[in-house]
């Protein structure tokens, strides 16, 4: 499959997480007195990290992206590169930090992001790119508030760039049932919830709360239809509500959530007719790509071209942008059908 013929959305993906080995240099041989080696912040092919140990490298990553200037410069190349691999539509997501070392304020971070998705527009380049605000559940409530009031400003004033809201952050941190209140508020304020969910097992409860506010997206949801049959519940009102599961493979496998390829509960939910995208989530730490993806899936599952692509066409169903933008996509899709399945 080429990935330039191949052009697919990318809908789970972090910021931070998706920065590059290039463009990791390039940060830091500007900040060289931090002394961080490239394996700290990428797990290459073949090797694996416990989910422990991922978020101990988004840690040091977050200490090399400590200006607005780079949070600019990695969000530029970040979407350079989706583009590059056939990527026509982008939702990034990133948790707005402050830094009272630079003096970077939640507010310019996002400024930030959302300049360099402007200017890589303005440069041409073949990539629509929207923005979910995150909010990381390890640092509580009243910061979660913060960071809603914040997307609301954002999703008034950015003209459909901010688009959503995001849960995300390491799952053995907080409990769901804290951000209820924010979660709920973003929602009224109009803004799309995608929830990180299930990501690690016994998490029957919070999943149940979180459910209860009819996210419009679930990220990863790994043991959701592992639970206990008392809990069986859960992947029936999933069912039910059709909500869309957001799919990482590579990242599973690396953060040692699913044990095999052929054990990733894209296996559970895809033959059931559930709509399900794949995505990326973290491919710089991960050392992904999105066409990679697809490709692993497509092997392991053993899916044909044309179920691929009907994949892909269903993926534009889920995507938070308006119908308009949905339409368009639908059109390129079809359009690039008989090339790319020849
Ligand atoms: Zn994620």
Redesign the pocket.
């Known amino acids: 499959m080429d990935p330039l013929l191949f052009p697919i959305q990318e809908l789970?993906a972090?910021l931070n997480?998706s920065i590059s080995a290039a463009t990791m240099k390039k940060l830091m041989a500007q900040k060289p007195d931090l002394r961080i080696q490239n394996e700290m912040i990428t797990i290459d092919k073949g090797k694996k990290r416990n989910l422990e140990e991922c978020f101990q490298m988004f840690r040091i990553i977050h200490q090399i992206t400590s200006r607005p200037e780079d949070i600019l410069m990695v969000t530029k190349d970040v979407i350079r590169e989706f583009a590059t691999d056939g990527v026509k539509y982008l939702e990034l997501?990133s948790t707005p930090r402050e830094e009272e070392s630079t003096g970077m304020t939640k507010r310019m971070y996002v400024e930030a992001v959302l300049e360099g998705i402007k200017q890589c527009k303005e440069e041409g380049w073949d990539i629509d790119v929207r923005f979910l605000v995150s909010v990381d559940r390890s640092r509580g409530t009243a910061a979660a508030k913060e960071t809603v009031k914040l997307a609301e400003d954002f999703l008034l004033s950015t003209d459909g760039v901010v688009v959503g809201l995001?849960l995300?952050g390491n799952p053995q941190a907080g409990h769901g049932r804290d951000f209820l209140e924010p979660l709920l508020e973003a929602k009224k304020a109009g803004l799309k919830l995608a929830l990180?969910l299930s990501?690690i097992p016994k998490r029957e409860d919070e999943t149940r709360l979180l459910l209860g506010l009819s996210p419009d997206r679930i990220?990863?949801g790994t043991f959701l239809h592992a639970s206990e049959s008392a809990a069986r519940d859960l992947v029936e009102l999933v069912r039910q509500n059709r909500t869309p599961l957001?799919l990482?493979l590579t990242?599973n496998l690396k953060g040692e959530t699913v044990p095999s390829r052929a054990q990733h509960h894209f296996g559970f939910w895809y033959p059931l007719g559930h709509p399900v995208v794949l995505?990326t989530?973290?491919k710089g730490v991960f050392a992904t790509e999105l066409s990679q993806e697809y490709q692993l899936v497509a092997e392991t599952f053993r899916l044909s071209d044309e179920q691929v692509w009907a994949l892909c066409l269903d993926a534009i169903n889920h995507i938070f942008a308006s119908s308009h933008t949905k339409t368009k996509l639908r059109e390129q899709w079809r359009m690039l059908k008989p090339t790319l399945l020849e």
Do not use: I, P, Y
Request: net charge negative; aromatic share 0%; charged share 40%.
């Open positions: 789970h972090h997480g997501r995001d995300s990180h990501e990220g990863h957001e990482c990242s995505c989530d973290d």
